[in-house]
């Protein structure tokens, strides 16, 4: 389908609008895709279709932390599975789940470019490589740690 | 010897400005004549001639064209693009300038996979920084964000993404060189291609025989490497230090499993024999403590959530694959099961609408082909 | 140019696809995905064919000179085969099936069922249509026809791979949502994943329940197609079949929908006049099809007043069975059941509209009254022909046309042109308004004032009129193509000639009526002289007008 670019108000490409409000809500909700689909005009069943075909769109609250570990060959090959079972057990929700305690999101994604310091996964977009079981129970450890001293700072305010 | 990153030499050769200079001292006409002399492919993995592309697209009746930079690099196994982007950009965003002036674009776009997302507030700086000292009136650069699609890799698809629908792969023709965004001709090309192409401009000694392979899976010594083509498997598996003995490769996960073999010379050609495809020259290393079904599978789960859904074959023919590998793994399949998997390879093979489709049935045939022991290990007893 | 086409060297134009080719040619490719009248999107992968060795969607490509194009060998067959396998893995299409895809197994023949079903949706149950995504074969028609056709866009694909599946947004029901219940998904489904409500069950209870007074009314377009379903071609004119047919299924009076398209005009023209002369809110814009109605309630607030208060023909004639012909036959209304043949899956909906007061208890599209037909037993083409019953069943022939496209509007200005000039419009027949044109226009000039009317048929197309609709007095609009004859309820047909060939057995019944203008039945004498009084008093106000609400777009 060929589309006219027509007198939008936000005449920047539909995918960067997407990853804004989702950065800005940590998900796109449907009260959030009424609006976009208002504002750029474009028929809500669409604007839904296009949100749902993208993995990394998320139509409802995500955890604090968003994990994506990757499940492709060249971390498969080197341990990635058994990081996998860890971190569901660490954090305490399976793959494509949210954690009861709102912390973590864990999804299995496919290659995210990190095959020479495999496994890997993506922190709320960042890179973590190199992992090995004990990396990533520091890395949890340093995550709660940090959440603790924030809300101990929060509570202190 | 291989090049490591380090001490790359050609890929991380910066232009600074010079090659778009030199290009404006050619004309448009002038610089794609120069592409072609150079015999600059296509890096991406279809090895399409850069000046065809190029030409195709100037020599199309329109008010408009575009110039798009895929960065989707989304191929399993494949990070050299990522490479050009963190330490050689200035370059990448000066070939898109190039390209952009060979075929009389203004507006360029990147597209730039979500899972590189973190990469983007510098890229950012260096296009900024790279535009204001271009002085290419008119042009743009616009970073598009990618949101984790695989499919967005191909380019009818990725224009999809970049119109804001969904990452449909889209029936050819018309071919995006001639009808691309909103029915103008566009230039896609690969980020390694851009690159390659501001340094082909400026550079006499530029060596279209180099190429970055990325290397990956059982090896101590992961990482982006620069080849001549023609280069000895043998070369590959020194740098590239295996752990244990070396059982299969596979090219990514689309271009098939073949045996190892240290005294073949990489070439297209020699690729092709063993019924695989080079594409971006990613090679994932196998050792002998896998079962190749076992990689096969996790290949075919990439497709199962990687396949846009759009043709029968593929969206289809991809979850059927997965089912039967998933039957060959618990060990209650029989030979029927493997002449329906051939079946099934073949025919998504054949009729599926887009690359994808076409080759996600490439590491089944040649794991059949190749490694048949490991399927009978499988087997129903 | 030249290719060869099995083996046959042939004469092509340039630029025609591979399928086109094929047809002109004689030989048929099955296809699925495909629809005329849109860009290929090549989904299915059904037409394919051999292309210079390789296998191609006939569909989407075209050959360049020297071709060499193979459509019936083995290997052709095997895929398009495979193809069929993977869409539906376990086909179950029975004898009496019409969905396009049993036509297609007959093309392809069968594979051999190797995979079982995966797909585990729930299905989507409405008022008027319902899907089941478990049958979804992912063509896509639906999709770009809610979009394209009906410009609506109710519907699209969410999720990827093998759980590409077609919703409205945020998974909602149908219902609820901004969809106008036209049917064209329906229309257009080649397995009958979307289909229509079905009443049957509802009817025929009522039907074998002694208690009940069960009476029928037949819209115009049913009498041009309902022959369709017994194998008569496109265009047979059934209207004494299809009043017998009904008398042998059981219902006790047969009425004719016309009737009310006859007291619709009354009220309309009278209306129409009234707010040319007194300057009311004009354009004026039909209100017979409930599809335009949800559209102007979900997308086009703003035409609330323009719209008629006229309620469409069945609602009226409903009414009036309920008073009127109870009152003359002595029979309590509430024991009455009104049942109304339509060619249209929104009255489905329109019946059970709150904001409607409905005679109308249920409504049966033109393809369940075949299904119920068939079930009775009933040999519809050896019957004879029937008259509706006199009490409601007399009709003209500006009644009939309501069934075209630019019918309502030619059966109002006929009766317009009296009820303001005394005179006889002399030209019966306004053809500038007939047709498969998507927008049609016309003028006249009544008591020396130009009136402007156009019509529009389908959704996109009535998009387009709306954009320029100051321009004119009068506004017909049908949100299915070709009219009520193309309805969401219709038989299903692929080829455009059979809308074509419909709309000639409407023209051709109004052609042979005694009667052509509506204002000259005598039963609309009748009821307005002893139950209504005059078109637009109060008594017609409370029992043949409506009004409007606006609804959310989501």
Redesign the interface.
């Known amino acids: ?5 027509n007198g939008k108000k936000d005449a920047r ?4 609008i ?2 804004e409000v989702q950065e800005k809500h940590g998900y796109i909700s ?1 009260h959030m ?2 609006q976009i ?1 208002v504002e750029q005009d ?9 949100v ?6 998320h ?1 409802e609250p995500q955890g604090k932390y968003v994990i ?1 570990i990757c ?4 971390c ?3 341990n990635g599975v058994k990081l996998e079972k860890f971190l569901e057990k660490e954090i305490g929700a399976g793959i494509g789940e949210t954690s009861k305690d709102g912390m973590f999101s864990l999804y299995k ?10 496994p890997a996964m ?1 922190v709320n ?3 973590r490589t190199k992992l090995t079981v004990e990396r990533l129970r520091l890395l949890l450890k340093k995550i709660r740690e940090n959440e603790a001293k924030q809300s101990d700072g929060e509570k202190k305010k | 010897m291989g090049k490591k990153r380090s001490e790359l030499m050609q890929i991380l050769r910066q232009t600074k400005l010079e090659a778009l200079e030199k290009a404006r001292t050619l004309g448009p006409e002038g610089v794609i004549a120069l592409m072609e002399k150079r015999g600059l492919e296509g890096r991406g993995g279809a090895a399409y001639p850069t000046a065809k592309k190029w030409k195709t697209c100037r020599d199309a009746p329109a008010d408009e064209r575009f110039v798009v930079c895929n960065a989707d ?7 050299k693009d ?1 490479l050009i982007i963190r330490h050689n950009a200035e370059t990448l965003v000066e070939g898109i300038l190039i390209a952009a002036y060979a075929v009389g674009a203004k507006r360029c ?1 990147i597209y730039l ?6 990469l983007r507030p510098r890229l950012q700086e260096q296009i900024d920084e790279v535009l204001s000292r271009a002085g290419m009136e008119g042009v743009t650069i ?9 499919i967005c890799g191909e380019a009818t698809a990725l224009l ?8 449909n792969a889209m029936a050819k023709p018309p071919n995006p060189t001639t ?1 691309g965004l ?2 103008k001709p566009t230039v896609i090309n690969n980020v390694e291609t851009l690159a390659c192409a501001a340094q082909a401009v400026l550079f006499e000694d530029w060596d279209p025989t180099l190429r970055l392979f ?5 090896v101590k010594n ?3 490497y620069e080849f001549p083509l023609g280069v000895k498997m043998s070369t590959i598996i020194d740098v590239a230090r295996p752990v244990k003995k070396l059982k299969a490769m ?1 090219f990514g ?1 689309f271009g098939g499993i073949m045996p190892v073999d240290p005294e073949m010379a990489v070439t297209p050609e020699t690729i092709c024999m063993e019924k695989c495809q080079h594409g971006a020259y ?1 090679i ?1 290393f ?1 050792d002998e403590t ?1 079962n190749v079904v076992d ?1 096969a599978y ?2 075919a ?2 497709y199962t ?2 396949s ?1 859904g759009k043709c029968t074959p593929c969206r289809e023919g991809t979850i059927r694959m997965l089912n039967l590998l998933k039957k060959v793994r618990t060990g209650k399949a029989v030979k029927k099961d493997l002449e329906l998997l051939r079946e099934l390879a073949t025919h998504v093979q054949e009729t599926a609408l887009c690359g994808l489709g076409q080759t996600c049935g490439n590491h089944i045939l040649t794991s059949l082909q190749h490694f048949p022991k490991d399927y009978d290990a499988y087997m129903k007893k | 140019m030249k290719i060869k086409l099995n083996n046959t060297e042939i004469e092509a134009a340039d630029g025609k696809s591979l399928l086109d080719i094929c047809r002109e040619n004689g030989i048929n490719v099955p296809t699925l995905c495909y629809h005329a009248s849109m860009t290929p999107e090549a989904r299915c992968r059904v037409c394919l064919v051999e292309m210079d060795g390789k296998l191609v969607t006939s569909c989407s490509t075209k050959p360049r000179e020297g071709a060499k194009v193979v459509t019936n060998s083995e290997r052709v067959m095997k895929a398009r085969r495979l193809n069929m396998e993977l869409m539906v893995p376990q086909p179950s299409c029975r004898r009496e099936d019409d969905y396009e895809v049993c036509q297609t197994y007959k093309e392809v023949g069968m594979g051999n069922a190797r995979f079982s079903q995966i797909k585990d949706y729930k299905p989507d149950l409405g008022a008027a249509v319902i899907r089941d995504n478990n049958k979804c074969i992912n063509c896509g028609r639906c999709v770009k026809v809610c ?1 394209e056709i009906q410009g609506v ?8 791979a093998h759980n590409e599946h077609v ?4 998974e909602n029901h149908l219902a609820d ?1 901004a969809c106008i219940r036209c049917g064209q998904c329906i229309l257009n489904c080649p397995v009958g994943a979307i289909s229509e409500r079905s009443h049957i069950e509802e009817v025929v209870s009522a039907l074998d329940d002694k208690d009940r007074h069960v009476v029928v009314q037949i819209a115009p377009s049913i009498r041009a197609a309902l022959g369709e379903l017994f194998g008569m071609p496109a265009g047979t004119l059934v209207t004494g079949k299809t009043v017998a047919a009904l008398r042998r299924c059981g219902f006790a009076k047969v009425f004719d929908v016309d009737l009310g398209a006859d007291m619709t005009i009354m009220e309309e023209a009278s209306e129409l006049l009234r707010r040319v002369e007194k300057k009311g809110v004009l354009p004026m814009i039909t209100t017979c099809c409930p599809g335009w109605i949800l559209m102007m309630e979900f997308f086009y607030h703003d035409l609330i007043e323009n719209m008629s208060t006229c309620k469409s023909p069945h609602e009226m004639l409903g009414m009036l069975i309920k008073t009127y012909y109870a009152k003359k036959a002595g029979i309590n209304p509430k024991k009455i059941t009104v049942v109304s043949i339509m060619p249209c899956t929104a009255k489905k909906f329109e019946s059970t509209r709150p904001e409607m007061e409905s005679g109308v208890d249920y409504v049966l599209t033109t393809r369940e009254l075949g299904r119920l037909i068939k079930m009775k037993k009933i040999d519809f083409a050896a019957l004879p022909d029937e008259e509706f019953d006199p009490a409601l069943g007399i009709s003209t022939g500006a009644g009939v046309i309501f069934g075209a496209t630019g019918g309502v509007m030619e059966a109002a200005l006929r009766t317009a042109h009296f009820l303001a000039t005394g005179k006889e419009l002399e030209k019966i027949d306004i053809t500038e308004i007939r047709g498969m044109k998507g927008i049609k226009e016309g003028k006249i000039v009544l008591n020396g004032k130009e009136i402007r009317f156009a019509c529009a048929h389908g959704g996109a197309n009535a998009r387009k009129l709306m954009e320029q609709k100051d321009k004119y007095h009068f506004i017909e609009i049908m949100a299915c193509p070709g009219g009520c004859i193309g309805g969401g309820g219709q038989p299903i047909y692929r080829d455009p000639e059979v809308l074509r060939k419909r709309t000639e057995a409407i023209y051709s019944a109004d052609r042979s009526s005694k009667l052509r203008r509506s204002h000259e039945n005598p039963v609309v004498k009748q009821l307005y002289k002893e139950m209504l009084g005059a078109p637009l008093s109060e008594k017609a106000e409370e029992l043949l007008h409506t009004h409007y609400v606006k609804r959310d ?2």
């Open positions: 389908m060929m589309a006219k670019e490409p539909l995918m960067n997407l990853h449907e895709l009424k689909a474009i028929p809500i069943a669409r604007l839904y279709g296009v749902k075909f993208y993995t990394m769109f139509t994506e499940g492709s060959p060249s498969v090959l080197n994604v496919s290659c995210i470019g990190c095959c020479d310091e495999a993506l977009g960042e890179p | 690099e989304g191929e399993p196994g494949t990070f990522k776009f996979r979500g899972e590189y997302d973190y616009e970073i598009v964000r990618g949101a984790g699609a695989y999809q993404s970049i119109m804001g629908f969904r990452g009808c909103w029915g990325s290397i990956s899976g059982n992961p990482g982006v596979s996960c990613s994932i196998i896998n990689v996790s290949i789960k990439f959530y990687e846009c | 979009a866009y109710a519907i699209d694909f969410a999720s990827r919703t409205p947004y945020w949502v777009r989501f």
